[in-house]
């Protein structure tokens, strides 16, 4: 059993690093990262998924040089991680382009950590995963590199992240945590080390398959919810009635749900249910619910790059000439997080009909949009548009004077978030 814990927390993204700066306060350990740019610009102080507390950040970097026991070093080294004796795996679980789960990161983070493992170990995951894949698919690999035996030699617990990127409120240890253990045990010493930190407390799961399927639930619930009411904005567009409107008379009713319609990415709730869909069809059950409230999310983009489209038709506008300005390309607002933006989807369309598309987002990172997305972001918007569509609401937008940013009175503004004054325009989803 571990005593004296060292911790690894291995990826120091959106997730990693929040834990890492919060463990470190309590216990020795080590930020471990492939990327070495990520590794210097953290001991820099710096982060650029602006989910840290700088103050946090700087008070564990500080404790590391003062004491043995305490504090928050960084390495891109896998040697570093020998001294260790709980690893936590925070790596990142897409899905490829076919809509299957890609389990590359996880198992090559679970085969770099074979190498390290030392009898009494404990490896804890906290990427999103389907039920099972801890224990069918990361353990395997644990055990072959390592050559211990699983339960006998080391264990695993898992412990799903529920990190809300660019939420200042909702922050890591305000969040109730799911722990679970690979033994009664080990159960106990994962929800022990999870409740040193986590101030709204944990709630331990009886085995690390619920554990597993409780985060892949979570996301699910959302994305079939959101995609209902997506289903009825497509529906009161044909009718010519503003679906937002309509949610707000239909939300008078005290246990109605208030979501929103929108497009659904980012790195949970466009992805997970897939991960749960491939473990259900893995076990000869399609599942009906999930797959339509997936079709139904992933074909938004479409719909709204279409419906721009008709606009501009509608003002008479030649579409192969017209211009669109396209405010946002983070998944969220206020938040520079890029990942599985679905605004891409309005973007390619729009392309499709040689319409000149500009991209402006004060959030996101320039280098890393033009390197997944191949997208130049304009640094200030200096043009005027025939059409510009708010994709994203964040805060800075508010302050725009969309009537500037017009070419003519006959420009259109389409609000997907339903985020601006409706009187400004011309129709929202």
Known sequence: MVLNKKIAIIGLGYVGLPLAIEFGKKFKVLGFDINQSRIDELNK???????ADLIGLKLAIDLASESNDLGLKFSSKPEDLKSCNVYIVTVPTPINQFKAPDLEPLLRASEM?????KKGDIVIYESTVYPGCTEEDCVPVLEQHSGLKFNLDFYCGYSPERINPGDKVNTLTKIKKVTSGSTIDISEVVDKLYKSIIVAGTHKAPSIKVAEASKAIENAQRDVNISFVNEL???FDKMGIDTNDVLEAAGTKWNFLNYKPGLVGGHCIGVDPYYLAHKA???GYHPQVILSGRRVNDNMGMFVANKVIKLLIDKNKLIAQSSVLVLGITFKE?????RNSKVIDVISELKQFNILVDVYDPHADKFEVNEEYGIQLIDSIVSKYDGIILAVSHSEYLNLIFDDLKKDRDSILFDIKGFLNRELVDSRL
């Open 113 to 117: 950590l074979g190498k390290v493992l």
């Open 45 to 51: 102080g710096v982060d650029r998924t602006n989910e």
């Open 281 to 283: 069809e893995s076990l």
């Open 334 to 338: 206020n938040c520079p997080d890029i």
């Open 233 to 235: 904005a497509l529906i």
